[in-house]
């Protein structure tokens, strides 16, 4: 009896079509391990996805990877999302990736160590640059929500230890997609006034609400900013971006208003007591 035989590209067709009826290759999500990771000027991005024992192609189009909040790096562990297909030109199976997340501590985290990894390279943290903060400011600017609990406790704090001195508020949303630019343009705003220090900042909040401070446009502007600047971001746990490039941190907006001015009370005992001392 004769055999019939096929040709590849029959078999390979066979093996697509039998692979695209399975329903459950269609929304498959997989963890795994990076590796041989490239992405070509294309946009287009070419890995393997593996674990202690397999291994899976895994190509990823430059329609979803424009989407990428992250670098994808060898050895990051990833949660992907994607569908199973056979690549018939090289007659293998592989995973077509549409979204791509970093097992563990999310892709937030790792844009928060990229940027930091990045900015640290280029110098702008380095203590060469930091400005003094000025003993005995006569002119403070804060840029802040106007509404918010950030800006009374910043406030309160300055005229209680040194009522002396003058407060300028430049309100600016401190959330959002639309709060790194606004930010940007109340550093650039307020330079044209005669203002001695500046705190930035808000409340506490998620990594989230927090993450206009972590953006890089915001931190290259406070970099460049001619007025030394204390950046007062969060809880005393929290650590944004602006708070490496800034020329102090503050650990609370609370902290900020005691960093920046001192207290008009010891001030005055230290003159007491020079002035005994000249009697």
């Known amino acids: 009896m004769a055999e019939e035989y096929l040709t590849v590209s029959q078999i390979t067709q066979h093996i697509s079509r039998t692979l695209a009826k399975d329903l459950e290759l269609k929304k498959v999500y997989l963890k795994g391990e990076v590796s041989n990771f ?43 999302h994607g569908k199973i297909e056979f690549y018939k030109k090289q007659g293998k199976t592989q995973i077509k990736v549409f979204k791509i997340l970093e097992d563990g501590t999310g892709s937030l985290h790792i844009q928060f160590e990229q940027l930091k990894k990045k900015l640290k390279k280029e110098g702008l943290f380095d203590k060469f640059h930091k400005k003094e903060i000025p003993k005995y400011p006569q002119n403070i600017g804060i840029i ?55 705190i930035i900042g808000r409340g506490g909040g998620s990594i989230e609400d927090l993450w206009a401070f972590n953006e890089e446009l915001v931190a290259r502007e406070i970099f460049h900013c001619k007025i030394p600047v204390i950046s007062a971001v969060g809880h005393e746990v929290d650590y944004t971006i602006t708070d490496f490039v800034a020329d102090i941190r503050a650990a609370t907006p609370t902290a900020a208003g005691e960093i920046v001015v001192p207290d008009y009370k010891n001030v005055k005992d230290e003159i007491d007591h020079l002035n005994i001392r000249i009697k």
């Open 38 to 80: 490239k992405q070509y000027s294309s946009g287009h991005c070419y890995f393997t996805l593996k674990d202690e024992e397999n291994q899976l192609s895994a190509v990823m189009f430059y329609s979803s990877a424009r989407h990428l909040k992250f670098k994808v790096e060898n050895g990051m562990s990833v949660l992907v």
């Open 144 to 198: 802040t929500a106007s509404n918010g609990a950030a800006i009374k406790d910043i406030i309160s704090t300055i005229k209680r230890r040194w009522p002396f001195c003058e407060i300028l508020v430049f309100p600016t949303l401190v959330q959002g997609e639309e709060a790194p630019p606004k930010i940007v343009k109340q550093i650039r705003k307020c330079q044209e006034y005669n203002i001695d220090v500046l």
